[in-house]
Nanobody, 120 residues
Framework: QVQLVESGGGSVQTGDSLRLSCAAS????????MAWFRQAPGKERELVGT?????????YADFAKGRFTISRDKIQKAMLYLQMNDLKPEDTAVYYC????????????WGQGTQVTVVS
């Protein structure tokens, strides 16, 4: 069983940067794909991007390309990161990390989320 806990959210101004963290525990993450999602008020949850834990291969939604970077630290501790640059008010949302084993389609493990608010 994997447990995920996000941190690093807050209120920032347009153009600022923010790095979110997700601490993973419970089992070895080799064989998992990790992801960041976000959900803005009144909108459906959307995928920000994914990373394979072992190889570090990444995928980004179009809105995230060039501004957001997903990385992981599997050496020191099991941490997932989302570096967000040039933030815009439309990036305001609750950000979640999630995990799914390779070969499955649904992200079945989720963190509690962390709020990011971008003010103009």
């Amino acid at each position: 069983q994997v447990q995920l806990v996000e941190s690093g959210g807050g209120s920032v101004q347009t153009g600022d940067s923010l790095r979110l963290s997700c601490a993973a525990s419970g089992r070895n993450l080799s064989g998992f794909t990790m992801a960041w999602f976000r959900q803005a008020p009144g909108k459906e949850r959307e995928l920000v991007g994914t990373i394979t834990w072992s190889a570090g291969r990444t995928f980004y939604a179009d809105f995230a390309k060039g501004r957001f970077t997903i990385s992981r630290d599997k050496i020191q501790k099991a941490m997932l990161y989302l570096q967000m640059n040039d933030l815009k008010p439309e990036d305001t949302a609750v950000y979640y990390c999630a995990a799914r084993p390779y070969g499955t389609y649904d992200f079945g493990t989720w963190g509690q989320g962390t709020q990011v608010t971008v003010v103009s």
